[in-house]
């Protein structure tokens, strides 16, 4: 095996036998994948062997029967897991739960996000610190978020956000009061990555563009929305693909504040609880199959929007 | 002059605004953790009676100095061997011309956007079953999913910025392509690869669902499942003043990289975000 690994590329070079020039071009090029693969490998096969393993025992075990309480009574049953799914009230609740939380945070946070890149661009006085401040939000454990967050909206443990607001009921015991916590951590915790990722797009955005617009007598919302928003739209979109693909996994946030009580359970919850709490595996992993399948919608989605939009804004130049 | 004078003041307030808004949760916290327990609900910003009641007792539990030493221990193996095996493929991808680079760094992105939960189901299983279940590497195999993808993608477009240059100018002087990496890339690249590992290791200290689904005892138990888990006085009621010290307790690492190292995070974070 070694001997032939070793031979093989003294074979190839002396069988090569074309114009001169073209030879010796082919010959660099296959070196240098050659050595391309050698430095590439271990990294792919450990992320395959790491990754492409679960996936594809979810993918099997979701087209069983398959609990963990019930041992040695595995059954193929097709896609009946998947029909289960898609027949419990649950599952849409989790989804419209999951759905609903997703959209409105990454709304809030892409208009929040926007304003800070444009404060982090625009602030030239303690700039350092301005970023240095935006990123505890960002680096903060999500638990210690959760917990920061929660801490300040129960009425029971003396938070200070009922008081400020002058409400007298527990918010966090209602679904409208959890949404509003869950979504006002998941915001707090992420504005600060959107808001790097659009800085990287406004620094794209030439000085001299904006000046002559001014010049022209356009209106500061007008430069932003004719001039800024158009060149920056690959980073808008990145920012949203990567906000929204996070934000629809969510889990920590909601485990913290009320493990899916009052209605506000995510769709990885119920992948969680049904896999680990149920221990049905069959029907944990069918539900997983589905977050995932959202995921890779969702993606599709935007890249599909992605290239769309990309193209005009080019032309546009 | 007045309409210049009026956006500094414009911009003053927005500077105002969002510290105070970034940090007065993680002040509650502090506050919190200073409190007796007594005194924990008294809705006060500034305790009553200062205390450090809180901090001795979570240090005097196995189960927070357990979880820190899991966190610190498997943070650190799975983002040394994530960094490792990425450097080589990231530097492939920046520097060579080979089909499905593209790809690579299209399959690494959207693994990172996985959902971790749809791994638990098959890991818990395969690992109650080879006894991996509750040890170090049955955590640090899944943190390899998210870190390692991570790690090629922050790090690849770091070593883009490298000058191509100098490694030709080795090599003309007689350098191996890879003593060309040893010796003028990796020096090159080191701020980079400082970068990456800490962006990758606060995303493993960042980690909760394995840390719930895949641990059971003190033996791999990362913080922030122990922290969600901490043991109240009662079944009903939370140990609040301990959560609160031990958040704070893991946030002060954090923390202080993200002071020391906030530019080159801020360039980790966006420089894959916008392709030339």
Known sequence: MTGDSIAAPAAAEATATGPGRKRRLSDRTRAERRLAFYLVAPAVIVMIAVTAYPIIDTIILSLQRASLDKP??????????????FKAHLFWMDLIHTAVITVISVTIEFALGMLLALAMHRVIFL???????????????AVVAAYAWQYSWSLDDGGWIPRLLGITGDPLSHQF?????????????????????????????????????????????QRFIKITVPLMKPAILVALLFRTLDAFRIFDVIYIF?????????????????????LNLGLGSAVSVVLFLCVGLIAFVFIKGFGAAANPATEAH | MSVKARQRTGWSLAFVVVVVVSLVPVFWLIMLSLKTPESATDGSFIPHHWTLHNYRDIFNQTVFTAALRNSIGIGLISTTLAVLLASSAAYAIARLDFPGKQTILAVALLVTLFPQ???????????????????????????????????????????????????????????????????????????????????????????????????ATNAAKTVPAAIAQFPGVSQFTQPIGDIAAAAVVVTIPVMLLVLLFQRRIVAGLTAGAVKG
Do not use: H
């Open chain 2, 117 to 215: 939960v749809s791994l638990v189901g098959p890991l818990y299983n395969l690992w109650r079953q080879i006894g991996l279940f509750n040890t170090w590497p049955g955590l640090i195999i899944p943190y390899l999913t998210f870190a390692l993808p991570l790690a090629i993608y922050v790090l690849s477009t770091f070593f883009r910025e490298i000058p191509w240059e100098l490694e030709q100018a080795a090599q003309i002087d007689g350098a191996t392509p890879f003593q060309a990496f040893t010796k003028v890339i990796a020096p090159l690249a080191a701020p980079g690869l400082a970068t990456t590992f800490i962006i990758v290791f606060l995303i493993c200290w960042n980690d909760f669902v394995f840390a719930i689904s895949l641990t």
């Open chain 1, 72 to 85: 040695g009574q595995n059954a193929f049953i097709g896609l009946d897991n998947y029909g289960y799914v």
């Open chain 1, 258 to 278: 009320s493990e899916g009580a009052n209605n506000t359970a995510s769709l990885s919850q119920l992948s969680y609880s049904t896999l680990l709490e149920r």
């Open chain 1, 127 to 141: 700039r350092g610190l301005l970023r240095s401040i935006a990123l505890v939000p960002y680096a903060i454990v």
């Open chain 1, 177 to 221: 009061g959890t949404y509003v916590a869950i979504i006002m951590t998941e915001v707090w915790k992420n504005t600060p990555y959107m808001a790097l990722l659009l800085l990287a797009g406004l620094s794209l955005v030439p000085d001299e563009l904006l000046e002559a617009a001014k010049i022209d007598g356009a209106s500061t919302w």
